[in-house]
């Protein structure tokens, strides 16, 4: 079983649709990333995230230590979030990301 | 927001060559810097981890001697692709930690497509 379990793996919603993107994780953590990598390949950072809630333009991150659990959401999707969402952990005092395997997203008009 | 890139962007070279990606933190200072490969439709997979000054740690399975790095700066590390070959066709990206002291906060280069022929 990985470290880092994503759900769902594929995704498709239609424009306007609020989305949800769901990350567990079974060990402890010092931080959790949210990530972004479009068909071109390039990865952008969406959130860094401790702890409760981050929220930037129409995305929310939110974290829950207990249940080692944490989501992304996505309001009025659009075709451009089309992309790749991935969760990874930082475990503990390392420094090396712990990555999950990723959702697909296709957002279509 | 702290910039990373690579260069270049994209490389298609010939089996036997060497090929040098570099990745440059623009904005911020990296004591750390970490490079990844990724197979199409997978995830990133860390190949090794570069610190300012010293020698990179590999991971497992990783030839240190095909997968040259050096991160002579607090701003530039390389990743040196020798003797390739098709299998290495691949997309590699970096990362960079801010040395600022936020652990944590990593950044990540846009990538590099190597292909080999």
């Known amino acids: 079983k990985n470290e880092v379990e994503q759900s769902p793996q594929n995704l498709t919603a239609q424009e306007g649709e609020f989305i949800t993107i769901n990350c567990s994780y079974s060990?402890?953590?010092?931080?959790l990333h949210w990530l972004q990598q479009h068909p071109g390949g390039g990865i952008v950072s969406l959130f860094m995230?401790?702890?409760g809630k981050k929220k930037h333009g129409r995305l929310i991150a939110t974290i829950n230590i207990q249940e080692k659990h944490s989501s992304l959401h996505i309001t009025a999707s659009h075709p451009r979030d089309s992309a790749v969402y991935i969760c990874?952990?930082?475990?503990?005092?390392?420094?090396?990301?712990?990555f999950g395997t990723g959702t697909r997203l296709q957002v279509t008009l | 927001g702290a910039v990373v890139s690579q260069h270049p962007s994209w490389v298609i070279c010939k089996s036997g060559t060497s090929v040098k990606i570099e990745c440059r933190s623009l904005?911020?200072?990296?004591?750390?810097m970490f490079w990844y490969r990724q197979f199409p439709k997978q995830s990133l997979m860390l190949m090794a981890t570069?610190?300012?000054?010293?020698?990179?740690?590999?991971e497992q399975g990783v030839e240190k001697d095909k997968f040259l790095i050096n991160h002579a700066s607090l701003t530039l590390s390389t990743l040196t692709v020798t003797s390739a070959h098709p299998e290495d066709s691949s997309f590699y990206i970096c990362?960079?930690?801010?040395?600022?002291?936020?652990?944590?906060?990593?950044?990540f280069g846009p990538g590099t497509r190597l292909t080999v022929t």
């Open positions: 990362s960079a930690r801010d040395f600022s002291g936020r652990a944590y906060e990593q950044y």
């Open positions: 570069s610190n300012e000054g010293s020698k990179a740690t590999y």
């Open positions: 904005d911020f200072q990296a004591t750390t």
């Open positions: 060990v402890g953590i010092s931080a």
């Open positions: 995230l401790s702890s």
């Open positions: 990874a952990v930082l475990k503990g005092t390392a420094s090396k990301l712990t």
